[in-house]
């Protein structure tokens, strides 16, 4: 089932600067997309959603921009600072199923000073 | 701030035995969802509960599963006769309406079959 890909398994970003994770999906029915991150031994953290009638949503250090045309999304995280290291995971849920998230593989966010 | 709770962390149990793993939602939240992760892979949805009853579940959800509200707190997964690839990180969310709202989740219990 790779119907959320994040294709990056890393990546690694400079204190300050901008952090870009990327989403990539196939499923043309995905109308609500998510954000998590994850610390080990705990659960997914919500950081940030975004529906498909809008093209981006910002709450303060964190931005994520859908497009639909392309099936991508991306989270936009600025200035990125050192407590941001963790897994990311995108996901996903459609109509008529919208219980079911779809995640993402993940992507292991690195923030060094 | 509220959040969900899942007990034990950590449970380790043999082959064929049945195991229940206790989760307690955001109080106010009426959707329950229960999620795993086979170490490695991806998380992987198993079910949703609203009004005491399923109202998703995904093809991994079969008969040796089940879910319940025992209480007006508690939202519990059985997992009758565990079998070695049950072993996961299980995950218990929840949230305050369906579809497009966010899905909080609980720290997760380490289910591990021996």
């Known amino acids: 089932d790779q119907q959320v890909k994040q294709n990056s398994p890393s990546l690694s970003v400079q204190e300050g600067r901008i952090s870009i994770l990327n989403c990539d999906y196939t499923?043309?029915?995905?109308?609500?997309f998510l954000w998590y991150k994850k610390y080990p031994a705990e659960g997914p953290t919500f950081l940030i959603s975004?529906?498909?009638?809008?093209d981006k949503n910002e709450d303060g250090r964190f931005t994520v921009f859908l497009n639909k045309s392309a099936k991508h999304l991306s989270l936009h995280i600025v200035p990125s600072q050192p407590g941001d290291s963790a897994v990311y995971f995108c996901a996903a849920s459609a109509n008529p199923r919208p219980d079911k998230l779809i995640f993402g593989t993940g992507t292991r966010l690195q923030v060094f000073p | 701030e509220p959040e969900v709770t899942q007990t034990p962390s950590h449970q380790v149990t043999q082959m064929g035995q049945e195991v229940i793993l206790r989760c307690v939602p955001i109080s106010n939240h009426l959707y329950f969802y229960w999620y795993r992760q086979i170490l490695g892979q991806k998380v992987e949805f198993l079910v949703s509960?609203?009004?005491?009853?399923?109202?998703?579940k995904s093809e991994i959800f079969d008969d040796q599963f089940s879910v319940e509200r025992p209480d007006g707190s508690n939202f519990t997964l059985k997992i009758r006769s565990t079998k070695l690839e049950d072993s996961a990180m299980y995950f218990c969310?929840?949230?305050?309406?369906?579809?497009?709202?966010?899905?909080?989740f609980g720290p997760g219990t380490r289910l591990t079959v021996t």
């Open positions: 509960f609203y009004n005491n009853e399923i109202s998703e």
């Open positions: 975004i529906s498909s009638i809008k």
């Open positions: 499923n043309s029915m995905f109308d609500y």
């Open positions: 969310a929840s949230s305050r309406d369906r579809g497009m709202n966010e899905q909080y």
